[in-house]
């Protein structure tokens, strides 16, 4: 599944993970200062924030998306010197783009998060009859988010597009790999469903789950400072009382909470998911080779193969009754969790209307990282039966040497233009 794709997997992503931590270190203690030899400086801690699409031209910004493509260039060129691929341009520089993308449609988000301060704050002091505007005014505040929308949907657009030609040049990396060696894999029962069907679900299923875990660790990153400076509106939590970060600690706790209630509940899922994928490929089997034979695929026998895949489904079925009921319950209760949190400070008049916004949103969104595992997880349960497969698939493979047909593979790869 990788070695088709990436150079030498193991020692790539050791690479890859080594590599990003060292720039992430370098950017928080000197990189982003390092801008101002460039001519652009980081912004002045006392500078107001700038509201709207502004802030994503700005002399920080642009500084960053440079010192990122600095980072992706060497480590490319590291990796195109050391250890040539033929899909080296898609699952190293795509990936990057497929990155930025996600983390500029972030950062959009923090934008819109700031908008919403000052925007609601001006709101309520129109509907309280406090404040005065014009129609002008109200419009240009509404442009600032059209703007940062905008921006933001076109982009995402664009990367959900390019995301999905990364995943089918994964998927053809891997279906000209195992075709490679169709001679040691044909005999395995179900070859041809694994290197057709399961290549394609696998592909499908990162599509989704690859994107969204991405996207969910870079919102995390990116909203708990916001959290952390918006926290300075809380001065307690319910029945707890005063603590220090208090969004931060009823965050953490909740999702913990939940993620745990979860990965509980479905600990049964993937091993019945991996029984039904057994006990269908055995049906299936039996209908192939029915067609070509008039002895195989007897009534008697499909009636047996059949009632083998509806217990399984049905046994399945009642496991996810009190998984569904922890999931769903959990999810409703996460509607007004934040609110619960903030009710001491409303009750006190702490909170104005913006800053009410910025905090749910921002909470919505910290919250919304850290469920990944809980939204996703009959998903990765998918993912991890299809993964199964393909791992016993190839375990044919590494029953003898594999460097020695690994590199006929890159080099036949390499004669053609795998984009």
Partial sequence: MFVSFFPQPKLFFSSAAIWSLAAILFWFFGGEQLGAVFGMPPAAADAPPIIGIAILLSKPFLWFYLYFAFCVLVFYAFWSWYSPHPWQRWSILMTAVILFFIYFNVQVSVAVNAWYGPFFDYVQGLMSGTGKSTNGEFYTGLADFS????VGMNVQVVNAFIVSHWIFRWRTAMNNYFIENWGRLRHIEGASQR???DTMRFSQIMEDLGSSFVQSIMTLIAFLPVMIQLQAHISELPIIGAVPQPLVVAALAWCLFGTISV????LKLP???FRNQRVEAAYRKELVYGEDHADRAQPATTAELFANVRHNYFRLYFHYIY???VR???LQADNIFSLLILGPSLVAHKITFGALNQISNAFGKVTGSLQFLLTSWSTIVELQSVHKRLRAF???LQGEPLPDIDQR???RQGAEDPA
């Fill in 323 to 325: 998984f569904n009921v």
């Fill in 394 to 396: 190839e375990a044919t």
């Fill in 195 to 197: 290197i057709q069907e």
């Fill in 147 to 150: 703007w940062l929308a905008l």
């Fill in 263 to 266: 990965m509980i509940a479905g």
């Fill in 328 to 330: 769903y319950t959990y």
């Fill in 271 to 273: 091993g019945l998911q």
């Fill in 409 to 411: 593979y890159l080099a």
